[in-house]
């Protein structure tokens, strides 16, 4: 498990999930916006379980301001977060699968990067990127047995999602969502494990936002 910034709280959570299922598991917190920490993550969990199968790319943070109002430093900080780490990790993590013949990479997108967000031009041009970063890569890697997909939530009842007044929560639930209501991470986590098992599909991107990026009225 890696991450820019793992909180206390969302750390003693996973762990005490992964306990609750009986799983084996390692905890290591990284900055994935450094090069050498994603080689080294990669090669932790070679070391650790002696092979890499899925690699999920779910570090990321809001990315608040405009042309003129986002910082120089979170506009490179975005792009370091979400599209260069994936870059150094799928760079070290391919070929531990190539070993095999065989793998998954899912990164996760968002609805805000298929779509105009105000606001939030930082992190909507780095969502953005997502989908075509899982189509090259994909073309890339099949001859390898490495599929590659992407994964992009809509509204999602996260603490991502606290910010929201309780009006906005509830127009987007009235108004923007036609299937009427938020999603959760449950929704989000069926479709990663959906995409790391289905090895027929490659080079997709799978939206989960309740119709709301289809919707016209």
């Known amino acids: 498990m890696v991450s820019r910034g793992v909180k206390r709280d969302a750390e003693s959570g996973l762990i005490s999930a992964f306990k609750a299922m009986g799983v084996r598991y390692h905890f290591q917190a990284a900055d994935v916006a450094d090069p050498q920490a994603c080689v080294q993550c990669v090669d932790t969990v070679v070391q650790e379980f002696g092979r ?18 986002v910082t120089d430093e979170a506009w490179m900080s975005a792009f370091d977060v979400h599209i260069h780490a994936v870059f150094h990790l799928t760079r070290a993590a391919a070929p531990r699968m190539a ?24 992190y909507g041009v ?20 490495i599929r590659v997909n992407c994964v992009s939530p ?13 009006e906005q929560v509830a127009n987007n639930i009235k108004n923007r969502i036609p299937l009427h209501r938020e999603g959760t ?33």
Do not use: W
Request: overall charge negative; hydrophobic content about 45%.
């Open 154 to 166: 809509g509204v999602i009842r996260t603490p991502f999602q606290d910010y929201l007044t309780p």
């Open 185 to 217: 991470p449950e929704d989000v986590a069926a479709m990663i494990v959906e995409l790391a098992q289905n090895d027929f599909i490659t080079g997709e991107t799978i939206t989960i936002d309740g119709g709301m990026t289809m919707r016209i009225v």
């Open 99 to 122: 070993e095999r013949g065989e793998g998954a990479i899912i990164l996760i997108g968002s609805a805000a990067g298929l779509r105009g967000c105000l606001g939030a031009l930082a």
């Open 52 to 69: 890499l199968d899925v690699l999920v790319h779910s570090a990321g943070g809001a990315v608040p301001g405009g042309l003129h109002s």
């Open 126 to 145: 780095v969502k953005g990127a997502l989908p075509q970063f899982a189509r090259n890569l994909a073309r890339e890697l099949a001859d390898q047995g």
